[in-house]
Every structure is written in C-alpha cells, then in structure tokens.
C-alpha cells in the first residue's frame, strides 16, 4: 500500500489517543502530523468512526498495521468525504453559462463541466486507491470559487481560510484570492468605461475579510498559541529540513536539479573527480525530515526556493 495508508491510520491514532498538547510532538512514527489543526480535528472525528471498524489501526505503537477492516474504513472514508465534492461541483456548474436549453445533453457546457470534474481519473485513483482525501479539500476550493462566482465573496473567503487550515499547500492559491476580492468586493464601483473607481474602496469590506482571516485563524491556531506550542506546529507544517521533492511528487525543476547532481556525482566517482567517503548519504527524495547536502550542484536553502516560488507566482 501507500505511504499515505500509513500516514492516515497514525494521524488517526495520534488524535485519538493523546491530548491536543501532544498532537505535533508525537513521533513514535516517522510519519509525523504535519497539516493544519482543522485536519487533525478531521482525523480526529473520523477516528471515533475508526473504532468501530477495526480498533487496532489506533493504536500509537501498530506501525504499519494493516487488515482488511483497516484498508475498507480508509477507503470508504475517502470515498464518503467526497459528497462535499460532489456538492461543489453542482453549485459549480449552476454558475456556467452557455446553451443551457440544447437538446443534445453532450453540448451543455454544465454537463461538460460535471463529467470533467466528478470522472477525474486522477481523484479517483490517487484518492481511493492511494488513499488520500484530496477531493473533500478539492471540494471545499471549489465551494469557494462557486460562492465568489455567486457573488457571496465573504463566503467564498470564509471557505478558502478554513481549506487553508486543512491543507496550507493552498497557499500559493491566496494571493489570487486577495487581488480578486480587493478587485471585486473591496472596490464596489466601476467606472462609466469599466474601469476601477477607486474612490468606491470599502475600508468596512477589508475590515470584514480581516475578521474572518483572523477568526478562522485563531479557531485553528488559537489553543495552541494558548499552549504556548505555535512554533512547534510551523515548524511541522514547514519542515524545511525535509528536502527538495518528496518522494514520488509530481516532477519539477528541482527534480531536474536533483537528477542533474546525481548524474555529475556518478561521473565524478567514475572519473575519480569525487571521494567516496565524501558523498551524502541522506536521500533526496525520501520524504523524511533530514538535511542532504548537494555533491557537485549548489545546495538550494529555503530561501531559495522561498524567493523562486514568489517570483514564479507574480
């Protein structure tokens, strides 16, 4: 099975077993909790549904436990989260326009639009049968645009701030969302010509989107500000030790990068160029927490990539 068959049945221990206070310190496994509170909160009510089906899949010290009731809870689960999917896709395709009174049903632009969405293979291999609930969190953005399109922006707003503290991956997706919401909700008029009004800029609007950025956010974070453990949380959700790709990732530059060292390490050692005794031993692509040093490429620091992801985004 998947790594992340195992990652799920320990989150699911984790949170059911321990105190909150000790949610991000546990590490009995090496598959550490690193997403946001909402989504041990998520693991959390399902581990309570978990029980019934198989208890030992919760127990901290079964790593790597597998039985059958374990693989069927996990995929129904997945499978089960996937109605907040559904409903997105729904109220997705109520917001297209086009020939909505066609007689050929394979024309419709909602059709069109629903059959992409729900018969996803990627959603449907990599969630069910990988284990992972990416269609719930793809659910909730989709839920969000729909409200933005909808023109319920504090909504839509209140929805990617909760998708956030469920998977932080969506980050690289806000600041489209702020320029649209400043764009469209924060400025409440056009000119004659179409263009901005910006003497129609709503300081109570930016004050509302604040509110709910802040309330969301201190739901989330709040107890464990409180606990005085918010450092130990980022540093689970940005383990920047981790390395540059994570084992079996969708290919990018770094992986180019990556490969591109090994192959000059491999002829360094052939040629003789290289010491043996020098090379790193730490994976590149192993997923773990652990530092690895480059052999013949420059080491790329966080900053780095930190740096390259925002000049990529604008």
């Not at 080491?299 to 925002?310: E, G, H, R, W």
Request: glycine share 4%; with cysteine.
């Amino acid at each position: 099975y998947s790594t992340d068959f195992e990652v799920h049945r320990n989150w699911l221990a984790i949170t059911h077993n321990l105190p909150l206070s000790q949610w991000y310190y546990e590490a009995t496994s090496e598959w550490t909790l690193d997403y946001p509170p909402f989504f041990a909160w998520f693991e959390y009510a399902l581990s309570h549904v978990a029980k019934y089906f198989d208890p030992k899949m919760l127990v901290i010290e079964n790593l790597n436990y597998t039985s059958r009731a374990t693989i069927f809870f996990q995929r129904f689960s997945v499978i089960f989260t996937d109605i907040l999917f559904i409903y997105a896709v729904r109220e997705c395709c109520r917001c297209v326009n086009g020939k909505r009174a066609a007689k050929d049903i394979l024309e419709k632009p909602t059709f069109i639009l629903a059959v992409l969405l729900l018969w996803n293979f990627g959603l449907l291999i990599v969630d069910h049968i990988h284990f992972q609930y990416n269609g719930f969190l793809f659910g909730l953005m989709l839920l969000s645009v729909a409200r933005l399109c909808q023109k319920r922006y504090l909504e839509g707003a209140l929805l990617f701030a909760v998708l956030l503290h469920f998977k932080h991956i969506y980050m690289y997706v806000a600041p489209a969302y702020g320029i649209y919401l400043l764009r469209s909700y924060c400025f409440t008029a056009n000119n004659a010509d179409g263009s901005l009004k910006w003497r129609s800029f709503s300081f109570l609007h930016v004050t509302l989107l604040g509110l709910i950025v802040c309330l969301v956010s201190a739901l989330s974070l709040g107890p464990f500000i409180v606990l005085g453990q918010l450092p130990q949380v980022i540093s689970r959700l940005f383990p920047f030790k981790r390395g540059l790709c994570h084992a079996y990732w969708a290919p990018n530059f770094w992986a180019l990068y990556n490969a591109m060292d090994k192959a000059l390490t491999i002829f360094g050692l052939k040629c003789n160029f290289l010491d043996p005794t020098k090379i790193p031993k730490a994976s590149m692509t192993g997923g773990l927490v652990q530092e690895f040093q480059h052999t013949v490429l420059p080491s790329v620091t966080p900053l780095a990539t930190l740096i390259c992801t925002f000049i990529s985004i604008l």
